[in-house]
């Protein structure tokens, strides 16, 4: 399985865009990237997710690079509730079994201050 | 709008007790999965269920059993509690086996053995 790197944490100021970075070096053409975010004591939220074209939704961006061998999710101004978990994940969006689950790593814990 | 509901949210049991983990969805999803989750850690595949009547083992099924009867329930037993099964266990669910669909995740249950 395509694995990502993540920073294991980061600061960020309230009201300051943050920029999470996610590197996936083996990731294969039917890979897509995932982002979820997981807030203190509460299950995982889906986040955004991408293929080759950067993404945008009312949470966030996700700016995927030319190469598909990084990514980085973009919060564009964050908030106190923006302190969480990101995980970002590769997931076969062709192949259906065990292939399309989604394999979690320990992700970059999000630190915002006030 | 329930989502993804978890019963209990707290448990404590003692070593060699049965459980069984209750999870129900009511939007209809085909596939369904439990994670567990230790402290500091990302969420591991416990079992999951492509649609009814079908399941599979993840990435951790030892000491669990899992059926899936109906579209909206997927239990998760413990025939016989040990420690290391001391976690807190998230269910999610997705219209169909998630390959870009997101992942809807309940609140967790915090099982304790002692």
């Known amino acids: 399985d395509a694995k990502t790197t993540q920073p294991n944490s980061m600061e960020s100021n309230e009201e300051e865009p943050v920029h999470l970075p996610c590197n996936h070096s083996t990731i294969s053409g039917t890979d897509y990237i995932h982002w979820y975010r997981q807030l203190p004591s509460q299950g995982p939220e889906y986040v955004i997710h991408?293929?080759?074209s950067n993404v945008n939704n009312r949470m966030a961006s996700l700016a995927i690079a030319e190469d598909r061998k990084s990514s980085t999710l973009i919060l564009h101004r964050a908030t106190l509730r923006d302190a969480a978990v990101y995980y970002c994940i590769l997931r076969d969006g062709f192949s259906g079994g065990s292939q399309g689950n989604l394999i979690f790593g320990k992700g970059t814990k999000l630190s915002v201050k006030p | 709008n329930a989502g993804v509901t978890q019963t209990p949210k707290f448990q404590v049991l003692k070593t060699g007790q049965s459980m069984t983990l209750q999870c129900a969805q009511d939007?209809?999803?085909?596939?369904m999965s439990w994670y567990r989750q230790d402290p500091g850690m990302g969420l591991r595949l416990i079992h999951y269920s492509v649609g009814a009547g079908i399941t599979d083992q993840g990435e951790v099924p030892n000491g669990y059993n899992v059926s899936r009867s109906t579209t909206e329930d997927f239990p998760l037993r413990l025939l016989s509690a040990a420690p290391s099964q001391t976690s807190v266990y998230f269910c999610?669910?997705?219209?169909?086996?998630?390959?870009?669909?997101?992942?809807?995740f309940g609140d967790g249950t915090r099982l304790s053995i002692l």
């Open positions: 999610a669910s997705s219209y169909r086996q998630p390959s870009n669909q997101p992942q809807h």
């Open positions: 939007m209809n999803h085909e596939y």
């Open positions: 991408g293929l080759t």
